[in-house]
Every structure is written in C-alpha cells, then in structure tokens.
C-alpha cells in the first residue's frame, strides 16, 4: 500500500454497519506493527444502533487511546445522503476508503457517490472495494470505471479468488472449513 511508517490516515467507512472493516483494517496494521496517525475515521451508516456498535468496537482497538472518540466522526446517514458538510479532510493525508458489502447494494447512487469523493477528498486516495461473489459484483467494477475513465488511476487490482477459513455454524456448534466467496477491487486515485 502507499502507506509509510508514521504517515497520518483518513479512514472513511462508507455504509459501515458495525465498523468490522475498519477493525479489520486497524487490527491489521497493530498486528503488523505498522505505526500510522490515524488522524480521523468517518463512519457512515444509516442505522444509529450499528454505528453506535461501530464506536464501542473501534474503542476496543484504541483501548489506551482516550483521544479516539475526537478523531472519530459519525455521519448518521443513507449513503445518497451524506453530503460535503458531513465530511472533514486534509489533502496531506492519505485517505483509505473501505466500501464492504455496500456498493452491490441496490439503488446506491454510484455516480452521485463519485462525485462525493472527488468533490470531498483531494489528494491521494486509496479505495478498497469489497462484495460476495453474487450477481452484483459489476457495480465494483462500475464504480471503478467513474474513476479510470475521469483520473489518474493507479496500484489497481481486483480479484475473485475465494477465501478459504474457518466458519462458525450456531446450529451445530462448530467450525468448518468452508470456501468464502467475494469480489474485491483496489486502487489508487490521486484527486486535485
């Protein structure tokens, strides 16, 4: 990634739910010993009790960190919603756009979304882009499209390999080795 040991980051969760890909991303730089600022996280999520949910489980990985509810903003929205007022941003920071399992999602504005991002981020901009392997895969590859075709579009990759791992399944009470489908599309887009 374009990450270098104590750069400063932007995380913005778009359609966040309970924040799981934002905890996924800061557990992976703890665990990887890789030292950022993590200057602010933006959650945006339409449901008030997951976004709650979302800040408990981000404190949990900041446990020592009393500063973490200041660099966490919650923008209690619809996706098609969210306007340039509800997010904050540096152009010298390096922005990480987590879009998990959203923009399959039927009836998100992806052009309306674009053109919140390239109005609201200036700078470089990591997109990570993420789905189940279902029917609506294309709307990543859509979504992507807005940006080659408008800017500078580099560090791209996409893949639609399985994951394989360990599933936990209540009704018998273990875990299986089970193949776990998704979609995923990453790049880098430098905004002015």
Request: a negative charge; hydrophobic letters at 40%.
């Amino acid at each position: 990634m374009l990450l270098e040991e104590g750069g400063s980051i932007e995380i913005i969760d778009w359609g966040c739910g309970q924040a799981l890909a934002t905890c996924v991303l800061i557990d992976y730089l703890i665990e990887n010993n890789i030292h950022l600022n993590v200057v602010s996280i933006t959650l945006i999520e339409p449901s008030e009790v997951a976004l709650q949910r979302g800040l408990s489980l981000v404190r949990q990985l900041f446990q020592n960190d009393t500063s973490v509810d200041s660099t966490v903003r919650l923008v209690n929205k619809y996706l098609d919603d969210v306007n340039p007022a509800d997010l904050a941003s540096q152009p010298d920071n390096i922005k990480v756009h987590l879009f998990s399992n959203i923009l399959d999602v039927e009836g998100v504005d992806l052009r309306g979304l674009y053109q919140l991002i390239v109005n609201s981020f200036k700078g470089c901009n990591r997109i990570i882009c993420t789905s189940p392997d279902n029917v609506r895969w294309q709307c990543l590859e859509t979504f992507y499209d807005f940006f080659q075709q408008s800017h500078l579009v580099t560090r791209a990759s996409g893949t639609s390999e399985p994951i394989y791992g360990e599933v936990f399944y209540v009704a018998n009470q273990c875990y299986e080795q089970r193949r776990i489908g998704r979609y995923e599309r990453q790049f880098t887009v430098n905004l002015t």
